[in-house]
């Protein structure tokens, strides 16, 4: 009997302490994209004693978007510690970027970040566009990922926040 008593907490421990996996992916809870009206652009001044790094950005447009667009596409991605990578136009339709079930990468330069957390888009035009995911790849970060699979609505910066809202908090201040 007390060996049965014994197994059974012992069962009932290891289903509390080894995550089982559905909770190991619970971690890896991808976010909608938002619309954030009130992210800002920071000062580009605000990093003139920062060192440049280099980025690698992958943008993948979706199998369900448009043949191609014509709109205007910027980026803007940083960590939660206030740097901020800021890419006024990505697009280029005369090389046709952002086909349907395409990828384009880009090369950036902008402040050394610590570990992205968020990354916005914004589109302007008539076209409309649909990416995919975003990849974002650095020295010294972990890449990171962002899923979008939504059409990006016009004039506004749209995308994921993981910083918990910090791009909506420093644009507050």
Request: aromatic share 16%; with cysteine; hydrophobic share 35%.
């Amino acid at each position: 009997m007390m060996k049965a008593v014994c197994l059974v907490l012992l069962f009932a421990l290891i289903i509390i302490f080894i995550p089982s996996e559905s909770s190991s992916r619970s971690s890896s809870i991808t976010l909608k994209p938002q619309p954030n009206p009130n992210f800002k652009i920071f000062n580009s001044t605000d990093h003139k004693n920062a060192r440049t790094c280099s980025f690698t950005v992958e943008v993948t447009t979706s199998c369900s978007s448009t043949t191609y667009t014509r709109d205007q596409i910027s980026l803007a991605f940083g960590d939660a510690y206030g740097n901020q990578v800021y890419v006024p136009r990505i697009d280029d339709p005369s090389t046709r970027t952002f086909e349907r079930c395409s990828s384009d990468t880009f090369e950036l330069y902008g402040p050394c970040t610590y570990e992205v957390c968020y990354l916005y888009l914004y589109r302007s035009g008539y076209d409309g566009w649909m990416p995919e995911r975003v990849d974002v790849y650095g020295y010294n970060i972990r890449a990171v990922s962002f899923s979008f699979n939504v059409w990006i609505p016009a004039d506004v910066w749209y995308g994921p926040d993981y910083c918990y809202g910090y791009a909506a908090r420093m644009a507050a201040k």
